[in-house]
Structure formats: structure tokens, C-alpha cells
């Protein structure tokens, strides 16, 4: 599994609508624009766009359902996600790990 950060990922749940899309998806189960729009303070238009990106960046599959289309959290993208996001944290931990300490190098050395 690759754990290179994935921009377009990251762009497309950068946005709070689409996050909250993403939960109402998993807590709900499959939607369609309509009903997601139902939820949410956007336009079915609006919906439908925020879907379009996420379904881009393979965070939700979509299957037609008569007019409508039904729209499902992709679970294993999902996961990828999260992976992702938690190999970002830990760089930064260790990042700000390092920061510490040259700070705390620094201040031992002026007390001297």
C-alpha cells in the first residue's frame, strides 16, 4: 500500500460538506443527491457536484437507481484515507519532535 499523500484526496475531504456527505453516508447507508440534499443546508445541484469529486477520488461508488443515482461510502478508500492521514501525523510529530529539541538546546546554551 502506497502512503504517499494524495492531494486530490485531501482536497476533496477538505471540505466540510463533503466530510459531513462522508458520515452521513456511513451512519445512513447508500444515498442519492435528493436525499443527501434533504440533510444538508446546499442545493440538490450542489450535492451532486460535492459527489461528483468525491466519487473522483474514489472515497464513494455510484450505482444508477432508476432517475436517480445511489451513492455509497467506499469503505477500503476510506481506509487508504485515514492511513494516509495517520502517516501525516506521525511525520509531523516527529517533525515537531526535532523542533523540541533544538529549542531546548538552544535555551540550555543561553543559560550557560
Do not use: C, F, N
Amino acid at each position: 500500500m502506497s502512503t504517499a499523500v494524495d492531494d486530490d484526496l485531501w482536497s476533496a475531504v477538505g471540505d466540510p460538506t463533503r466530510r459531513r456527505m462522508i458520515d452521513l453516508l456511513l451512519t445512513d447507508g447508500p444515498g442519492t443527491a435528493t436525499s443527501l440534499s434533504e440533510r444538508l443546508p446546499v442545493t440538490r445541484q450542489a450535492v451532486a457536484k460535492h459527489l461528483v469529486v468525491l466519487d473522483r477520488v474514489g472515497l464513494v461508488h455510484v450505482t444508477p437507481a432508476g432517475r436517480e443515482r445511489r451513492y455509497e461510502v467506499d469503505e477500503a478508500q476510506l481506509a487508504r484515507a485515514v492511513a494516509q492521514l495517520a502517516d501525516v501525523g506521525q511525520a509531523w510529530d516527529a517533525r515537531l519532535q526535532r523542533i523540541k529539541r533544538i529549542a531546548e538546546a538552544i535555551a540550555r546554551s543561553q543559560k550557560k
